[in-house]
């Protein structure tokens, strides 16, 4: 069964730590993406990569950044973690086309909280 | 990527056909409509998308209006378990990034 997997489920962090979100997939999907989600404001997207070593701005990057060192793993970076990154965060991956969509895949989500 | 308009919320009887409409008049022509859905707790799931023609899939069918400004996502026979909120998002491909909006939220009765 083709998977997404989010390392953590649930985390508390105190403001201003370092945070790191790890996703891994085992598709061998080109593309990932990191989501967070908030009542009343949908999922919105951080930021993105469509290949080892590139990543791409989302509609929400600040206070965020990302790591994409292998191709199966894709790592949301909280610099300095505040309360207003408490949230949802949901990765994804998806294949790149070629006349192949199977949509986006989903990982369970890491429920973070920031005090 | 063009916007969509979804009804926040529906109600659906179970065994009934659940109906769900999505408006996405300002689709351009190599956009695709993809419909995802998330149950609670849950990270979403896809569950179809379409071009031009009418899709099926064992989950659901997919009718887009000749004009494509349009689309309405069928589940035949919609169970408890179909009770999600269901995403209508448009793009290029799933090699590209999607939007999602707030979607509706379909609750089927017993």
């Known amino acids: 069964d083709v998977k997404v997997t989010q390392s953590s489920r649930y985390l508390v962090k105190r403001t201003g730590e370092k945070v790191f979100l790890e996703c891994v997939q085992d598709?061998?999907?080109?593309?990932m993406f990191w989501y967070r989600q908030d009542p009343g404001l949908g999922l919105r997207l951080i930021y993105f990569s469509y290949d080892v070593k590139m990543k791409e701005k989302g509609d929400i990057p600040e206070g965020y950044s990302v790591s994409r060192e292998k191709k199966e793993r894709f790592s949301l970076i909280l610099e300095s973690a505040s309360t207003n990154q408490t949230s949802m965060y949901l990765c994804?991956?998806?294949?790149?086309?070629?006349?192949?969509?199977?949509?986006?895949?989903f990982g369970s989500g890491t429920r973070l909280t920031v005090v | 990527d063009a916007k969509t308009t979804q009804p926040p919320s529906m109600d659906c009887a179970e065994g009934r056909a659940a109906n769900l409409p999505c408006n996405h008049s300002t689709i351009s022509g190599n956009e695709y409509v993809y419909w995802y859905r998330q149950i609670h707790s849950q990270g979403p799931q896809y569950i179809i998308h379409?071009?031009?023609n009418n899709e099926t899939n064992e989950m659901a069918s997919l009718i887009i209006t000749e004009d494509r400004k349009s689309s309405t996502l069928i589940l035949p026979h919609a169970t408890l378990r179909d009770t999600a909120v269901y995403y209508c998002?448009?793009?290029?491909?799933?090699?590209?990034?999607?939007?999602f909006g707030e979607g509706t939220q379909l609750t089927v009765n017993p």
């Open positions: 379409g071009l031009k």
């Open positions: 998002i448009v793009g290029e491909t799933s090699g590209s990034r999607l939007t």
């Open positions: 598709m061998d999907h080109e593309n």
């Open positions: 994804a991956s998806s294949e790149s086309g070629q006349g192949v969509d199977y949509g986006y895949t």
